[in-house]
């Protein structure tokens, strides 16, 4: 390739008005493609509402709250699930499926005949169901906390070391209890969570009392 005799000419054809043009038109197309992409870029959200949904619906199941394992795990399952319904409504997999078609057909049946034949109800009706199902949309207490662990050492209780420390406490002194496993301060913990973590004792009996 003769270099010196081929580059006047690309300098030439470089800076004629055409060439030019043609290049910025790419450079523009290519800008708006990618910024495109990017707002096009699927996010899946997992806001304090799907949060309280999942809480929700893990309560009408096992009648509890989940612990923050469980709920990350419901969670994380939820992100996989959105993520797949999301491809496959872009992949078209939707449509031409006849049982799909046959499932939103009855749901537009279901809602048609619901409410033809239900009449609104009154203030009274709706304060009264109100009160009957207060419970489900009730969240359980929750309950800040510090605890000072005191073990049993062989045939010697921690029961004396316990009453000494309260002695001291409500003397204005400050107690330092021996190591636990799940630490001494507690955010926002409910009475069942609790339980699981401190059994049947009076601690957790007298959180539902604070």
Do not use: C
Not at 40 to 53: F, K, N, S
Not at 56 to 73: I, S
């Amino acid at each position: 390739m003769d270099l010196p005799r081929i580059m006047p000419v690309v300098r030439r054809f470089a800076s004629e008005p055409l060439p030019q043009f043609i290049a910025i038109g790419l450079a523009l197309f290519a800008i708006a493609h990618i910024s495109d992409r990017l707002r096009q870029r699927p996010e899946i959200r997992v806001d304090a509402a799907q949060r309280d949904y999942q809480r929700n619906q893990f309560r009408g199941q096992f009648g509890t709250d989940p612990d923050a394992a469980r709920l990350d795990e419901l969670l994380k399952t939820y992100v996989r699930d959105e993520a797949l319904y999301r491809e496959a409504l872009r992949l078209g997999l939707d449509r031409d499926d006849e049982i799909i078609r046959r499932r939103l057909i009855q749901k537009m049946e279901f809602l048609a005949a619901e409410g033809a034949a239900l009449p609104a109800p009154t203030p009274e009706q709706l304060a009264a169901w109100h009160a009957a199902h207060a419970a489900d949309f009730t969240r359980p207490g929750t309950t800040d906390f510090e605890q000072r662990y005191f073990a049993d050492n062989g045939a010697a209780s921690g029961k004396p070391k316990a009453e000494a420390a309260l002695a001291r406490l409500r003397q204005g002194g400050k107690v330092e209890g021996e190591v636990f496993a799940a630490g001494e301060r507690f955010v926002a913990m409910a009475q069942a969570e609790a339980r699981k973590l401190f059994g049947d004792t009076a601690l957790v009996a007298a959180l539902a009392t604070t």
